[in-house]
């Protein structure tokens, strides 16, 4: 099914519909279509016919319920064929590391040995919601052609409240989802606890900013299988499902607006600033802040969200920007060696774009509320109890990068090749048969994250569960803080409490440049007094999803015509390892 965005949904202070629990109950359909937006530059899949998915409001003990309709073209025999084989745990593990990640046969990344398949398997991930992450389940995905899966979740009580939100989380397919725009907001509210409840900002204005790119292969309006990290300048910004700049915001004078955002970004953190104004942080990943300060800037890492005040007294037109970024690989002499290029800018996000236009009008509406608020509520009951339950193990973690051959897991014997790079978690590439380790559910434990790339500050997430960061690069925070997604430059550590039920937990890099090509990986939740194996039999799928059959042997290469990348092989053709020489 296509759609077409009408020209009257950009109008100005536009904002994704939203749907709220009625008697504790949100039952919702989402729908994927193809939706052309954009002003007709971008054709790609979208929620309920448009290019940003509805806000979905619930409270602490609402049940909620999620049907997922995928409407696109059923995936090809090819994938098909490459889904069960990486669902076959006794398949070769190389092979299927390879299939997984869209790898070429020695672990190279944008040159996909068997294409960027999966682009029409579609599943759902709640990026902040403590929600069973066996219910959840991103492991498996459903086809097009109408099939649906629903998911119901009982959202606890003791749910923290804040800013979630939800997206498409098929292995191998982020970054085409994250610039097609499959997400939308998910806020958990209702409570004393809530920032919403102090006073000033609820009487605020509330504004919703769900930021990301688009980037399509030339000469169509499909977007990119993946984002070149190199010479790549072409991508825009979009907000809400709109362009950037043409994304028009108009508010009147002395009001105060609290903007809620999210980053559906590809890689980069979004530095956000506004002409003429100082924000004032107000929460990260949906936990207030623990104190309250103005700020030139506020920073929205990929996958994570943020939420800040500004007043607007004078009359005027303002931009948000959002701040060049190039992983500390800036100016001649730096893109001379680590890539051969010698220009001042060769990473693709080093350039400043304009996210947001706003108008401020000579009139006077509603109240002059004080500003910035004096206090904010505290972290909620359960987060202090999880705070002080000891820590019963000290685990390293390490979001690893390779900088020559092999490849972590990819063995390699062949002759002398400039230096290659792979992303992965503990010197491994992500493969949906291996699990890192067992967890103890209802336990907590210390991870140490590190991580040997330090310019680009990987955004570590896991799903389900929250985190409290203890220190970051070496330096003990004064207040530890809550966090569901956070960025590690040189190293972190987090005191973080897991499920008391079995389950899959999926721990990756939240930028989908790096999740895409392996940098991810499961751990297992298991009761004390069961003996759940490390590896689940390759049968263990949600039941409503459809059988295939498993396959033994590596399915053949896929033939240019039938290969979704092969628009953009020339383009990738001219990209190079993406920090070598870091």
């Known amino acids: 099914t296509f759609l077409t965005l009408s020209a009257a949904t950009a109008a100005a202070n536009y904002q994704p519909d939203s749907l709220s629990s009625v008697d504790n109950v949100l039952d919702v359909t989402l729908t994927v279509d193809m939706v052309t937006s954009l002003n007709g530059t971008r054709t790609a899949p979208g929620y309920n016919g448009s290019p940003v998915g509805p806000t979905l409001r619930v409270k602490p003990g609402d049940l909620l319920k999620v049907t997922l309709i995928n409407n696109l073209d059923p995936v090809s025999d090819l994938d098909k064929e490459l889904y069960a084989y990486t669902k076959d745990y006794s398949a070769d593990a190389v092979n299927r590391t390879i299939i ?20 029409n398997y579609m599943n759902l991930h709640f990026h902040g919601a403590t929600f069973d992450p066996e219910i959840e389940n991103t492991r498996d995905a459903i086809d097009g052609g109408g099939e649906s899966i629903t998911y119901t979740f009982e959202i606890p009580e003791d749910q923290a409240p804040g800013l979630c939100w939800y997206h498409n989380h098929f292995h191998g397919t982020a970054q085409y989802s994250m610039l097609s725009g499959l997400y939308g907001f998910l806020v958990i509210e209702g409570t004393n606890d809530d920032i919403t409840a102090v ?12 930021l990301g790119e688009t980037l399509t292969i030339p000469e169509t309006t499909i977007p990119m299988p993946f984002f070149p990290v190199v010479m790549e300048f072409s991508w825009e910004a979009v907000t809400n499902g709109h362009l950037g700049p043409a994304y028009e915001l108009t508010y009147s004078k002395g009001e105060t607006v609290l903007f809620r955002a999210a980053s559906a970004s590809v890689e980069p953190a979004y530095e956000l600033t506004i002409d003429g104004h100082m924000v004032v942080p107000v929460a990260y990943d949906g936990y207030p802040v623990t104190s309250i300060n103005e700020e030139p800037t506020v920073t929205v890492h990929a996958g994570s969200r943020a939420e800040f005040m500004v007043k607007f007294d004078t009359p005027g037109t303002y931009e948000i920007r959002r701040a060049a970024w190039n992983a500390m690989i800036d100016g001649i002499e730096m893109c001379t060696a680590v890539f051969g290029i010698p220009l001042e800018a060769c990473i693709s996000f080093d350039k400043e774009v304009v996210v947001a236009t706003i108008v401020v009008e000579d009139v006077t509406d509603g109240l002059m509320l004080s500003y910035p608020p004096e206090e904010l509520p505290g972290y909620n009951s359960h987060l202090i109890e999880l705070a002080n339950q000891p820590s019963i193990k000290t685990r390293q973690v390490g979001l690893d990068q390779a900088h020559h051959y092999p490849i972590f897991q990819i063995p390699y014997d062949g002759p002398f090749v400039p230096p290659g790079t792979g992303f992965g978690i503990n010197e491994l590439l992500f493969d949906t048969a291996y699990v890192h380790d067992e967890i103890e559910a209802g336990s907590c434990e210390t991870w140490e994250l590190t991580t040997n790339n330090p310019g680009v500050g990987h955004t570590f997430h896991i799903h389900s569960v929250p985190f409290l960061v203890l220190q970051t690069d070496g330096v003990e925070l004064g207040k530890p803080a809550w966090r569901d997604t956070f960025p590690v430059y040189f190293n972190a550590t987090i005191h973080v409490c897991f499920p008391k039920h079995d389950g899959y937990l999926n721990v990756h890099c939240h930028m989908p440049s790096h999740q895409d090509i392996g940098m991810a990986g499961y751990y297992q939740v298991v009761r004390k007094e069961t003996n759940t194996p490390t590896k689940a039999p390759a049968s263990e799928l949600i039941s409503s999803l459809p059988t295939t059959s498993p396959v033994t042997s590596p399915p053949t290469k896929a033939p240019v015509s039938d290969d979704t990348s092969a628009a953009v092989l020339p383009n990738s053709n001219r990209m190079l390892s993406f920090f070598v020489a870091s």
């Open 100 to 119: 997984l990640n869209r790898l070429d046969s020695i672990g190279n990344i944008y040159n996909a040995t068997h294409g960027y398949w999966g682009l």
């Open 199 to 210: 006073p000033e900002i609820a009487q605020a204005t509330e504004q919703f900013l769900m």
